[in-house]
């Protein structure tokens, strides 16, 4: 989809960016190459992408405009209605959004509505990200074992940070589309949170 975006809204000066966020770039490079990109397709090991927009889940979209200014922070934004029995959300809405700013149809958000959308880290948050990147450097020198010490501690700090906790499992050797992950999505929404927070006016 993003790639058909890509080409539909190019000549209005559009250029879309997709990043995957997977410990080993083979992880994502099936993917990539299936699609046949001709925007950049980025495969980011470090987790820096998510560290820079305080991204805590997938697929979150942002938009910035040709100025380099954020005019939509963080938002939940799928390709298709494949996921929509679980999640509950349309691609229509976010994708027509994106559309109507392209083409200068609706404006972005001001300065303002940017900062009251934003959600900013907390020391938390970045403590958690420190861990997770120790236990990544770890676990990238075989030390599995200290590595989940410091996974662990991530997720007790930032439990609502998905990439950190569902994006320590391959290193542990868990599928994270398995069962793991749906007891650990299972306990979280049963407590009464949202996998998924998109912008109010892009809710399916």
């Known amino acids: 989809m993003w790639q058909a975006l890509h080409e539909e809204l190019g000549p209005r000066g559009f250029a879309a960016v997709t990043v995957a966020l997977d410990a080993r770039p083979e992880d ?20 820096v992408v998510a560290d820079l927009y305080n991204m805590v889940n997938v697929p979150t979209v942002l938009w910035i405009d040709e100025r380099g200014r954020i005019v939509r922070p963080n938002d939940v934004a799928f390709g298709t209605d494949t996921f929509k029995h679980i999640t509950g959300l349309e691609a ?3 994708l027509g959004a994106l ?3 392209v083409r200068g149809e609706t404006p972005g958000f001001t300065a303002d509505e940017t900062r009251a959308h934003l ?11 420190a ?14 074992d ?9 997720g007790a700090l930032a439990p609502h940070d998905f990439t950190i906790r569902r994006g320590t499992m391959p290193m542990r050797g ?14 979280w929404t049963t407590a009464g949170h949202s996998y998924y927070r998109p912008l109010p006016d892009t809710r399916g």
Do not use: C, N, Y
């Open 131 to 144: 861990e997770f990147g120790l236990g990544e450097w770890l676990w990238r020198r075989g030390r599995r």
């Open 99 to 101: 559309r109507a700013w």
């Open 28 to 47: 994502a490079r099936p993917w990539i190459e299936a699609a046949k990109p001709t925007h950049p397709s980025l495969i980011d090991t470090a987790h």
């Open 146 to 154: 200290a590595a989940g010490r410091h996974f662990d501690r991530a």
């Open 92 to 94: 229509a809405r976010p």
């Open 119 to 129: 959600a900013l880290p907390t020391p938390a948050d970045q403590e958690a990200r």
């Open 174 to 187: 868990v599928d994270p589309m398995g069962p793991k992950f749906r007891e650990m999505l299972g306990a």
